[in-house]
């Protein structure tokens, strides 16, 4: 299929209807493109930024095949939306990144195997495929260790961290998951993240690595850049650009790695679309990665990196995001709501930045 660049007027498709499809579309808007959000939900996040809103089910292909014949160019906003969707899309218009990287993404085991395959260093894991063979898997593993459901686990969901005390049964059974995946714990001196954007053309835009902060298995504080030393922020720097010319990448991916008290780097997770430790880059950078990956499937050059300021990013998770109009006195935060009414524990509500400007 023929890619063809972008201008101005010319409308995005995004699959998905939550807070970064919402920020995308308001990346787009700036730079003069529409977009179209495909949802499965009324009054969601992004649609309530856009003027053209599909709301089906992710395998309705009659909605599907009206949307990808109202875009020019099609993208994801998270990875647990059914692949045959997003092929299906695809089979009419360009969707960016390719669908084949969400698939790996979508997959724990095929992650961790297409990471061994280009040399990217992880923990060690293993394919677990019931009960049993979780029974043999711990004990050639030790513990503590890390059970996961292969395919649809976020922010914690269908994972179990494994004790002596634990049951194999009991274990399999709160995963949750047709297959699992057990990995070896690390004990690291911190997590992080990396961005990346890659362009069509095969230029590069890599964000400095950031530290991030987790609370009940969900990101609480995301703090820019990452207090490592630059020699490990160069390596990390250097691992994300290696995977995603290594997925032919075309839009912005997100490396979560892990760095151990000697300084080794280990690759965690791949996310092929902007995430949550790159909110920052909206208030803190010349460009944010939500800007950053307009640019990059419209066929636009990549904007600056540079950051005018260090920031830290706090999310809003359940009734935090109450405490609102109290950020809004602080002359160098930023708030960002994401327009969801329903206030549940665990979910993320909106965000703020604290900006740190350099002098």
Request: proline share 6%; charged share 25%.
């Amino acid at each position: 299929m023929a890619v063809k660049l972008l201008v101005p007027g010319a409308t995005i498709g995004i699959l998905g209807g939550g807070q970064l499809g919402r920020m995308t579309a308001l990346a787009a808007a700036r730079l003069g493109f529409r977009c179209h959000i495909f949802a499965t939900e009324p009054d969601s996040p992004a649609g309530q930024v856009c003027d053209q809103v599909s709301v089906a089910h992710y395998l309705d292909e009659e909605a599907l095949d009206r949307f990808a014949a109202s875009v020019d160019v099609a993208t994801f906003e998270f990875e647990n939306i059914p692949a045959e969707g997003v092929l299906r899309v695809a089979a009419s218009t360009t969707v960016l990144p390719r669908p084949e990287i969400l698939e790996i993404s979508q997959d724990r085991l095929r992650e961790k195997d297409f990471l061994r395959t280009i040399d990217i260093p992880t923990t060690a894991y293993r394919e677990i495929a019931d009960a049993t063979a979780l029974t043999r898997a711990m004990r050639d593993f030790g513990f503590p260790a890390v059970l996961k459901s292969v395919r649809m686990g976020y922010d914690g969901k269908g994972q179990v961290t494994l004790t002596p005390e634990t049951k194999p049964a009991d274990a399999w059974r709160q995963m949750g998951g047709e297959i699992g995946i057990l990995e070896a714990y690390v004990d690291f001196a911190c997590e992080i993240s990396v961005i990346v954007a890659r362009g069509r053309s095969g230029a590069w835009a890599t964000y400095p690595p950031v530290e991030n902060q987790h609370s009940h298995h969900i990101l609480d504080t995301t703090i820019a850049p990452a207090r490592i030393a630059p020699e490990i922020a160069m390596r990390a720097e250097a691992i994300a650009r290696h995977i995603a010319e290594k997925l032919d990448l075309v839009g912005v991916l997100a490396v979560e790695m892990f760095v151990t008290p000697k300084g080794d780097v280990l690759v965690n997770e791949l996310a092929p679309r902007p995430h949550n430790p790159g909110h920052w880059t909206i208030d803190a950078c010349a460009t944010s990665q939500f800007e950053q990956l307009v640019r990059a499937i419209c066929g636009l050059p990549l904007g600056s990196v540079e950051h005018h300021s260090d920031a830290v990013m706090k999310n809003l998770i359940g009734h935090d995001v109450e405490k609102w109009r109290e950020a809004l006195t602080e002359p160098l935060t930023k708030v960002h709501l994401y327009g969801k009414r329903q206030i549940q524990p665990g979910r993320k509500m909106g965000h703020v930045t604290r900006l740190f400007p350099h002098r």
